[in-house]
Nanobody
Framework: QVQLVESGGGLVQPGGSLRLSCAAS????????MGWYRQAPGKQRELVAT???????KYADSVKGRFTIPRDNAKNTVWLQMNSLKPEDTAVYYC????????????????WGQGTQVTVSS
């Protein structure tokens, strides 16, 4: 069994910063992409940022220039550094890993963290 454990959420004032972390563990044979998605109440889950094992990144337009997504492949860990936070960033943030496990090395699946609440409010 594999799992993605998230931490770092909380309450922050507008303009502040938070750093989320996500550590993947278990029987991964490879992780191709790690990323972050978020979901606000009543809305669809949306992509925030992703990073491939080769270091290629993608960001939602709404967070470009404010968020970064560093990754440590050796530790199977990804972070989401969030700066200049806005109230509209308030959501549950979910870590995602696209990869393969040793029990099914020909199958690529998406795995999800438990979610962590980020609230931006004064």
């Amino acid at each position: 069994q594999v799992q993605l454990v998230e931490s770092g959420g909380g309450l922050v004032q507008p303009g502040g910063s938070l750093r989320l972390s996500c550590a993947a563990s278990g029987s991964f044979s490879s992780i191709l992409v790690m990323g972050w998605y978020r979901q606000a109440p009543g809305k669809q889950r949306e992509l925030v940022a992703t990073i491939t094992s080769g270091g290629s990144t993608k960001y939602a337009d709404s967070v470009k220039g404010r968020f970064t997504i560093p990754r440590d492949n050796a530790k199977n860990t990804v972070w989401l550094q969030m700066n200049s936070l806005k109230p509209e960033d308030t959501a549950v943030y979910y870590c995602n890993a696209k990869g393969r496990i040793v029990q099914a090395i020909t199958t690529t699946n998406n795995y999800w963290g438990q979610g962590t609440q980020v609230t931006v409010s004064s």
